[in-house]
């Protein structure tokens, strides 16, 4: 029975063609001597023909060898050609618009981000966020974390976490009267009634319409605010209510919303995966004080 070909053969052919001995081949290879000339032998009879000439200074191409060595070369070339096409076929490319809210932007987007873009350069991504909810329908953005689960629309929706918040005040020293808080906004009416809870429409105010403002501000001294766990925690600030003064948590769900018509993109679903695993690793960090 005639020998098979074995495509990896043309690999070795070219190497000692090249290297005109079975040492400098098998260097070339990274394998031994003896493998190269038994590869050898065995393409030899699969194709039928001799492919060198041996000599005691080394091996040279016969004329069937010379002819056949465009063929090989071709071959190489092709699979060359073919790896190169796979790994651009891995790569993720384009760009993905994510709208965000403030406080997870720096402590969990970003860095759930990092490697994602280390490993595909040719992936760009625009994280955003408002105060005021992005529309998915006019593709302002193609996916966004939310505080509020949307009630219509063609969108693939999941809860991937929750963000719990408190009361919280300056590190050291007494508790100050005036409240740090948000400028009067529909799009932050859960917080600023969770403020009023506690008295802030009694108390003189400092509004930053920015959690790091905010943040920034009640470090200084200036004020008591309510903020996230994961952002008050960061910046070493003392916890003076973990609930409500009748008792109701300060939580807010997190949900991931994509456009259904997005929803089975590679570049949108691998920054999905990274975000909701990122989340998932920090669930707890996230939710409680």
Known sequence: MAERLNWDDARVFLALARGGTLSQAARALGGGAATV?????????????????????????TDQGEALLPRAEAAEQAMAGLRAEAGAQDAVTGRVRLASVESLVEPVIVPALAPVLARHPGLDV??????TTVN???????MALRLVRPDHGHLVVRQVGTLGIGLYGPPHGATPARFVTYPD?????????????????RAPRLAVNTLAGQVAAVAQGIGVA???????RGAGLRLLHAHLPDGAPMARPIHLVIHADLAASRRVRMVADCLTAALAARRAELAEP
């Open 37 to 61: 000339s038994r590869r050898i032998d065995r393409l030899e009879r699969a194709l039928g023909v001799p492919l060198f000439l041996r000599h005691q200074s080394g091996y040279r191409l």
């Open 136 to 142: 998915l329908h006019r593709r302002d953005a193609d």
């Open 185 to 201: 906004d529909e799009a932050v009416q859960v917080q600023l009634d969770w403020g009023r809870a506690f008295g802030a429409d």
């Open 226 to 232: 309510v903020l996230p766990h994961l952002l008050a």
């Open 126 to 131: 625009e994280v955003l966020f408002s105060a």
